[in-house]
C-alpha cells in the first residue's frame, strides 16, 4: 500500500489550463509533480479541451515551462475533433473550421479539407476555441448548419482560467451558434465526454488511472464518466462553494489545494471527510456550524459531507474566527 495518493496509480491525466499552468506561466510546484510522478515510474498524460494548440505545440509550450512533455503524452480534443469526423466523411471532404490554425491543420492532417465559407458546402463545421474568431466565420458556420453540414464542438468550456479571473471560452463562443441556431451542437467531443481519457488510458494500457482537473463540469464530470478516479485542484477555475453544492455526477473522489495533493496521504485528501483535524461540525436545524480551525481544504472536505448529503450550501454557519475567515473567502 502505497504512503501517498499518487503511488496507488499507474497513469495520471492532466488538464492543462488551471492545473499545469494559466494561460502561459506555470502553475508553481506543477513541473516538481510531473518530475516526481515520472520518477516514482507513472506514466504521464495530459488532456486538454482548448484546442488552439496541437499535440506538439502543448509539448514545446509545456517543455518552455520546466513541465517535461512528449508530443505522444498530450491529447487534444482539436486532435480528437479531426479524428472523429475523418471516420465519418469521404476523405478530401470540405469541413468548415471555426478557431484557431492549430483546428485547421488538424482537419487538413486528417485527409480533410478546412474551409471558411458556407458557399465551398463543406460537410461539417467544427468549432473550436481561437482568440481571433469573430462574427464573419460564426456567421459562415451558421448558415453552413442550417444547409445541413453536421456541428462538431470541440468543447464547450464556458471559461478559460487566467491569472486576471476567468475568460470567455469557446463554450461562449458556441452560445452564440446556439443562440442563432436555437439548438445544441450535433457531436460534442471534448470533456465531459470521457474520450480523451479513456483513449490516455488505453495508449498506456493503465489499469488504474487518476484524472486530475480544475474544473466540476468538464474535467471531473468527464472522469465521472469513464469510470475513474479523481483529483480537483483548487487553482483555477472551481472554488469550494462550486464542489460544496456539485451533483453527483461532477463529484471528485479527492480534492487539494493544488498538485502537491498527489504525494500526501489518500485519506488526508479523499472527499468527503467524516473527520479531519481541527475542524467540527455540529448540526442546527436544518444547518450546520463549522468551528475550530485548521487547513480549509480540510474543512472543505469536511463540510462536503454534509452538502452532499442534502444540507443547503446557504445553510452553513460559522462557530469559530477562523471558521469565519474560511466561509468569507468562500464567498459563503
Known amino acids: 500500500m502505497s504512503d501517498h495518493l499518487a503511488g496507488g496509480y499507474d497513469l495520471v491525466i492532466f488538464d492543462l489550463d488551471g492545473v499545469v499552468f494559466l ?22 498524460a495530459y488532456a486538454t479541451n482548448n ?12 517543455a518552455g515551462m520546466g513541465v517535461s512533455a512528449d508530443p505522444a503524452e498530450v491529447l487534444t480534443s482539436a486532435g480528437a475533433a479531426a479524428a472523429l469526423v475523418a471516420e465519418r466523411v469521404e476523405p478530401g471532404a470540405p469541413v468548415l473550421v471555426v478557431g484557431a490554425e492549430a483546428l485547421r491543420g488538424e482537419i487538413r492532417d486528417a485527409g480533410l479539407v478546412p474551409v471558411d465559407s458556407a458557399g465551398d458546402q463543406p460537410v461539417a463545421v467544427v468549432q473550436g476555441y481561437g482568440p481571433e474568431v469573430g462574427w464573419k466565420i460564426l456567421a459562415e458556420a451558421a448558415l453552413a448548419v442550417r444547409a445541413g453540414a453536421t456541428w ?36 460534442v467531443v471534448g470533456k465531459p465526454q470521457p474520450a480523451l481519457f479513456t483513449t490516455a488510458a488505453s495508449l498506456t494500457r493503465a489499469e488504474r488511472p487518476l484524472a486530475i482537473g480544475d474544473r466540476l463540469d468538464t474535467d471531473i464530470q468527464g472522469a465521472v464518466r469513464a469510470g475513474m ?59 450546520v456550524v463549522l468551528s475550530g480551525s485548521g487547513d480549509p481544504v ?15 450550501v446557504a445553510a452553513i454557519s460559522a462557530g469559530s474566527e477562523a471558521a469565519t475567515e474560511v466561509l468569507r473567502g468562500w464567498g459563503l
Open 229 to 287: 478516479d479523481s483529483l480537483l485542484v483548487l487553482t483555477g477555475v472551481s472554488g469550494p462553494a462550486d464542489l460544496l453544492a456539485a451533483p453527483a455526477e461532477r463529484r471528485p473522489t479527492f480534492v487539494a489545494a493544488d498538485l502537491s495533493g498527489l504525494f500526501r496521504p489518500a485519506e488526508q485528501v479523499m472527499v468527503p471527510a467524516a473527520a479531519v483535524d481541527g475542524w467540527t461540525l455540529a448540526r442546527q436545524g436544518d444547518g
Open 152 to 187: 462538431y464542438a470541440t468543447n464547450t468550456d464556458r471559461t478559460l482560467p487566467s491569472p486576471r479571473g476567468p475568460l470567455p471560452g469557446n463554450g461562449s463562443l458556441v452560445a452564440v451558434l446556439r443562440t442563432a441556431l436555437d439548438r445544441e451542437p450535433d457531436v
Open 51 to 62: 484546442a488552439s494548440r496541437r499535440a506538439a505545440d502543448v509539448a514545446a509550450l509545456l
Open 298 to 312: 480540510d474543512a472543505l472536505r469536511l463540510l462536503c459531507g454534509a452538502t452532499w448529503e442534502g444540507i443547503a
Open 23 to 44: 494561460i502561459d506561466k506555470p502553475i508553481p510546484g506543477a513541473a516538481e509533480a510531473v518530475e516526481r510522478l515520472r520518477a516514482d515510474g507513472t506514466s504521464i
